[in-house]
């Protein structure tokens, strides 16, 4: 079994070829952890889990980019109402990018009240931390969550060991395949906190000619992940089958 960690399968750009794409990733026994960005896209995610349960888990959150439009109300009560669908909350977090567009403090305010969800009903986060690794990790710091993600983390070697102390997970995408520092940091992750992600549908420009990304890229990554770890494919594959069911404190099977 392959596990995408972090994809956002309900993307407009993914939907004219959503039922290929899935039918596809049943066949080669490929899991996804389906991030929302808005309060659309999580419900969408919850839909989809039903439909292909043995493919699809569902995660529902509101992206630091359209903090603009959160209801932490409606948001709360749509995650209590749907508990046993809801596999987790993601993607959530900072980006310390968009601020003109987005002010840092709305991102913050937005981000606590989603940790604050998950922290109540005991629920995995996803997170996005791009230019704001330290205000991220702050900030988790200071709710009761095991199980967190940091995904496509791009931050220093010393606030990813922060983490690590922390018990976080970190994934790593199709940058491991062309970026020396994106190998590098993988490197020094500790091995039993390495997941793995396409970030579907984000275009790759190096080696992958900005074509759009499908979990079914997820191949590529680990292959190369075998070569960097010094693992044979079936080490990785059970280290992040392991990893990824510790994420999610529940086993992962295909029935």
């Known amino acids: 079994m392959l596990i995408d960690s972090h994809a956002h399968i309900v993307d407009d750009e ?131 969550l095991d199980r967190v993600l940091l995904h496509w983390f791009s931050g220093t070697d010393k606030q990813m060991r922060r983490g690590i102390d922390k018990g976080y997970f970190f994934s790593f995408g199709p940058t491991i395949v062309y970026s020396k520092g994106s190998r590098k940091l993988m490197s020094s992750c500790s091995m039993d906190r390495i997941l793995f992600e396409t970030d579907s549908p984000v275009h790759y420009n190096a080696c992958f000619e900005n074509r759009i990304s499908t979990p079914l890229l997820l191949g590529t990554i680990y292959y190369t992940a075998c070569n960097i770890l010094h693992k044979n494919l079936e080490e990785t594959l059970n280290i992040v089958l392991e990893n990824s069911q510790n994420y999610m404190r529940r086993r992962i099977i295909w029935r």
């Open 14 to 144: 993914l939907k004219p070829f959503l039922d290929w794409i899935l039918g596809t990733c049943k066949k080669n026994r490929i899991k996804i952890f389906s991030n929302g960005t808005d309060f659309k896209s999580s419900i969408e995610n919850v839909k989809l889990a039903e439909k292909y349960p043995d493919t699809i888990s569902a995660f529902v959150g509101i992206h630091p980019w359209e903090s603009n439009t959160f209801d932490g109300t409606a948001f709360k009560e749509f995650v209590s109402d749907n508990l046993v669908k809801v596999s987790g909350v993601g993607e959530i977090g900072l980006d310390g990018k968009y601020t003109d567009s987005i002010p840092f403090e709305l991102q913050k305010k937005v981000f606590e009240y989603q940790l604050s969800i998950a922290e109540e009903f005991k629920l995995p986060v996803c997170v996005h931390s791009r230019r704001a690794h330290e205000d991220v990790l702050n900030e988790l710091e200071t709710f009761t």
